[in-house]
């Protein structure tokens, strides 16, 4: 049997670490718990005062996985990472998916790329 992904509260207990993945996917069909989820990412990885360099938030619907994965290859400013928000992951078709595969597999040691989605 397959395992469960983590709720937000293990998410939460996680990141309280402050040791973040390179990669977090969340998906599911309740957008306030996606939203809590990417928010509690965001908040214990990157400074409020950061943010205006270093958070890049996309929407797949406008953007290709050669956009995510530049923003998310940048080195951040100023700072010890950057946070890239890629919503609706859903939207790419099949050759951006193999893009974002092909970073998946060798992320940016400076940046953590949340890919969202239902």
């Not at 990669?23 to 990885?45: F, K, N, P, R, T």
């Not at 928000?85 to 790329?113: C, F, M, Q, W």
């Given at each position: 049997?397959?395992?469960?992904?983590p709720?937000?509260s293990?998410?939460?207990?996680?990141?309280?670490?402050?040791?973040?993945?390179?990669?977090?996917?969340?998906h599911?069909e309740e957008d306030?718990?996606i939203?809590?989820?990417?928010?509690?990412?965001?908040?214990?990885?990157?400074?409020?005062e950061?943010?205006?360099?270093?958070?890049?938030?996309l929407?797949?619907?406008?953007v290709?996985?050669?956009?995510?994965t530049?923003?998310?290859?940048?080195?951040?400013?100023?700072g010890?990472?950057?946070?890239?928000v890629?919503?609706?992951?859903?939207?790419?078709?099949?050759?951006d998916?193999?893009?974002?595969?092909?970073y998946?597999?060798?992320?940016?040691?400076s940046?953590?790329?949340?890919?969202?989605?239902?």
């Amino acid at each position: 049997m397959a395992k469960a992904s983590p709720g937000l509260s293990e998410l939460r207990k996680s990141l309280a670490k402050k040791s973040f993945l390179p990669v977090y996917l969340v998906h599911g069909e309740e957008d306030l718990l996606i939203e809590e989820s990417i928010a509690a990412v965001v908040d214990a990885a990157l400074p409020a005062e950061q943010r205006t360099f270093n958070l890049d938030i996309l929407d797949c619907a406008d953007v290709d996985a050669r956009e995510i994965t530049a923003r998310a290859s940048s080195l951040p400013m100023l700072g010890e990472r950057r946070v890239v928000v890629a919503r609706n992951v859903e939207k790419l078709g099949a050759k951006d998916l193999e893009i974002l595969s092909a970073y998946v597999d060798h992320p940016s040691e400076s940046t953590v790329l949340l890919l969202s989605g239902k």
